[in-house]
């Protein structure tokens, strides 16, 4: 599988875009006027304590307080809990927090819609192979390196690393990256955190509250950080100035990748190479065509996503079963890819169409299970439920896609759809109605969008006819090319 990763940097926005065997896979988007937080750790003020809720609100010096809850300032007090086959207690959080407390915490979800951010008092610092976390004991390691050897050889090395540095107390997680990495490139990550470690303790004994005191690396350095893998086979970045930063940083913490760095100079948007331009616009619409025929309706709410599966115009060759069977399997692909382009998160419920044989069944969930595998973001998926539904939830952060690049709709609300006009006509009835009651007048003026009042001088001329008749006054109509399909006025003259 060939994998390359382009960064489109600009002085209002950078994008990357994770491209797999031609197609885009991953859409990152970091806009200067409204950059991600999520790493960020803040020194904060706690200014509301929720006994109710088990949480508080800190004010971390943005537009709206964020949120913490009891279990994640529970967590960074006692350290990782081991697993238990009990319920977990969750400590009161007046117990924890006081109103006017200054408070060291770290984003983990940037704002969404009208939430606030999370946060967690629980600070983990990443580098390339490692995360450090302060003030715990725990060593992890990631689920993704799957070798046992490897597993105990990193596990045993971070170990004996840990036990020699006795100035710093903290824990680590080995992440997926570390897998084969030389000894000395882990210990001098671990040096490297250490330093970030103790410049950030120096910053939270000075600094005020609200205040940041680590803001995490621009997005085009992130990406070096977290996306870029062995199989990686070019990484394109179309301004100087940022491949010039990126070089320095893959020549001082991961030199194997050097080569694999380039700087685009070309005329052609470094973005229409592989037409990326073009996916993310199709991100953008509810509806995914399959190349069978069939297509996917994915619709994104406040609570969770739901997506549909429809043969549509694929017909199939052998029977029907056969028929929803490739269309579900082709679908599952599909799905997997969509949810890492669109950065879905959350609750996802998919509605397979209706698969009479168990084994078809197995497969097509089989197929969504291996795909997910590439995702970075972490997943969990159930069986298929007594409704035919397959429920999941994949991990959110940050905003999708389209919370993103879109905002809802003024006109309709965020609704998707729009009053008809002859629906409006009707309201534009009852309104002259109620209006005749109250109010003493001669004549009514009637202001419209265009297409409601062509309506009212057409098909409902004979309705304005017995409505003139009836209130025995004239009424008179006026576009207003500014009006929306659902406005309108009701004037008295």
Request: proline content about 4%.
């Given at each position: 599988?060939?994998?390359?990763?382009?960064?489109?940097?600009?002085?209002?926005?950078?994008?990357?875009?994770?491209?797999?065997?031609?197609?885009?896979?991953?859409?990152?988007?970091?806009?200067?006027?409204?950059?991600?937080?999520?790493?960020?750790?803040?020194?904060?003020?706690?200014?509301?304590?929720?006994?109710?809720?088990?949480?508080?609100?800190?004010?971390?010096?943005?537009?709206?307080?964020?949120?913490?809850?009891?279990?994640?300032?529970?967590?960074?007090?006692?350290?990782?809990?081991?697993?238990?086959?009990?319920?977990?207690?969750?400590?009161?959080?007046?117990?924890?927090?006081?109103?006017?407390?200054?408070?060291?915490?770290?984003?983990?979800?940037?704002?969404?819609?009208?939430?606030?951010?999370?946060?967690?008092?629980?600070?983990?610092?990443?580098?390339?192979?490692?995360?450090?976390?302060?003030g715990v004991s725990h060593?992890?390691?990631?689920?993704?390196?799957?070798?046992?050897?490897?597993?105990?050889?990193?596990?045993?090395?971070?170990?004996?690393?840990?036990e020699k540095s006795d100035?710093?107390?903290?824990?680590?997680?080995?992440?997926?990256?570390?897998?084969?990495?030389?000894?000395?490139?882990?210990?001098?990550?671990?040096?490297?955190?250490?330093?970030?470690?103790?410049?950030?303790?120096?910053?939270?004994?000075?600094?005020?509250?609200?205040?940041?005191?680590?803001?995490?690396?621009?997005?085009?350095?992130?990406?070096?950080?977290?996306?870029?893998?062995?199989?990686?086979?070019?990484?394109?970045?179309?301004?100087?100035?940022?491949?010039?930063?990126?070089?320095?940083?893959?020549?001082?913490?991961?030199?194997?990748?050097?080569?694999?760095?380039?700087?685009?100079?070309?005329?052609?948007?470094?973005?229409?190479?592989?037409s990326v331009e073009d996916?993310?616009?199709?991100?953008?619409?509810?509806?995914?065509?399959?190349?069978?025929?069939?297509?996917?309706?994915?619709?994104?709410?406040?609570?969770?996503?739901?997506?549909?599966?429809?043969?549509?115009?694929?017909?199939?060759?052998?029977?029907?079963?056969?028929?929803?069977?490739?269309?579900?399997?082709?679908?599952?692909?599909?799905?997997?890819?969509?949810?890492?382009?669109?950065?879905?998160?959350?609750?996802?419920?998919?509605?397979?169409?209706?698969?009479?044989?168990?084994?078809?069944?197995?497969?097509?969930?089989?197929?969504?299970?291996?795909?997910?595998?590439?995702?970075?973001?972490?997943?969990?998926?159930?069986?298929?439920?007594?409704?035919?539904?397959?429920?999941?939830?994949?991990?959110?952060?940050?905003?999708?896609?389209?919370?993103?690049?879109?905002?809802?709709?003024?006109?309709?609300?965020?609704?998707?759809?729009?009053?008809?006009?002859?629906?409006?006509?009707?309201?534009?009835?009852?309104?002259?109605?109620?209006?005749?009651?109250?109010?003493?007048?001669?004549?009514?003026?009637?202001?419209?969008?265009?297409?409601?009042?062509?309506?009212?001088?057409?098909?409902?001329?004979?309705?304005?006819?017995?409505?003139?008749?009836?209130?025995?006054?004239?009424?008179?109509?006026?576009?207003?090319?500014?009006?929306?399909?659902?406005?309108?006025?009701?004037?008295?003259?």
């Open positions: 599988m060939s994998e390359e990763i382009l960064i489109n940097v600009t002085p209002v926005e950078t994008r990357v875009a994770l491209v797999e065997n031609g197609m885009l896979q991953e859409a990152y988007i970091e806009r200067t006027s409204r950059k991600g937080i999520v790493g960020n750790i803040y020194k904060g003020k706690v200014v509301r304590v929720l006994p109710g809720m088990e949480a508080a609100f800190v004010d971390i010096g943005l537009e709206r307080a964020a949120f913490i809850h009891a279990s994640d300032v529970a967590c960074s007090q006692s350290g990782p809990e081991e697993p238990s086959d009990g319920p977990k207690t969750v400590p009161d959080i007046r117990t924890l927090l006081r109103e006017g407390q200054s408070l060291v915490v770290q984003v983990t979800k940037d704002p969404i819609g009208t939430k606030g951010a999370r946060l967690t008092t629980q600070l983990s610092i990443p580098s390339r192979y490692l995360v450090f976390m302060p060593i992890g390691i990631s689920q993704r390196i799957e070798d046992d050897n490897e597993r105990t050889r990193l596990k045993t090395l971070i170990e004996e690393a840990a100035d710093v107390q903290g824990g680590y997680i080995i992440r997926t990256a570390a897998e084969a990495a030389a000894a000395e490139d882990l210990i001098a990550d671990m040096a490297y955190l250490h330093r970030l470690s103790q410049s950030i303790q120096d910053r939270i004994g000075s600094a005020p509250a609200p205040s940041v005191v680590y803001q995490d690396l621009p997005l085009f350095i992130r990406t070096i950080r977290d996306l870029i893998r062995p199989q990686t086979e070019k990484v394109r970045i179309d301004s100087r100035e940022s491949y010039q930063r990126v070089i320095e940083f893959v020549q001082e913490f991961v030199t194997e990748f050097a080569d694999k760095v380039e700087y685009y100079p070309g005329e052609r948007p470094i973005f229409d190479l592989y996916e993310i616009q199709k991100a953008l619409s509810r509806k995914v065509q399959l190349k069978s025929g069939g297509y996917v309706i994915i619709d994104q709410t406040e609570a969770m996503t739901t997506i549909d599966i429809n043969t549509g115009a694929f017909v199939g060759h052998r029977n029907l079963e056969e028929t929803i069977f490739k269309t579900n399997l082709e679908a599952a692909r599909a799905i997997s890819r969509q949810l890492r382009l669109r950065n879905l998160g959350g609750i996802i419920i998919i509605d397979f169409i209706d698969m009479d044989d168990p084994e078809h069944q197995r497969q097509v969930h089989r197929m969504l299970e291996k795909m997910l595998e590439r995702d970075h973001a972490k997943t969990k998926i159930t069986g298929v439920s007594e409704l035919g539904l397959v429920e999941m939830t994949r991990k959110r952060t940050t905003e999708s896609l389209g919370q993103v690049l879109c905002e809802p709709c003024p006109i309709c609300d965020g609704r998707g759809f729009l009053k008809t006009a002859e629906t409006v006509c009707y309201e534009i009835f009852r309104e002259i109605l109620r209006v005749n009651r109250a109010y003493e007048a001669e004549n009514y003026l009637v202001m419209a969008s265009q297409k409601v009042v062509d309506r009212l001088l057409d098909e409902e001329s004979d309705n304005v006819a017995d409505l003139e008749t009836f209130i025995s006054k004239t009424i008179r109509f006026q576009v207003e090319p500014f009006y929306s399909q659902e406005q309108y006025d009701v004037v008295l003259l």
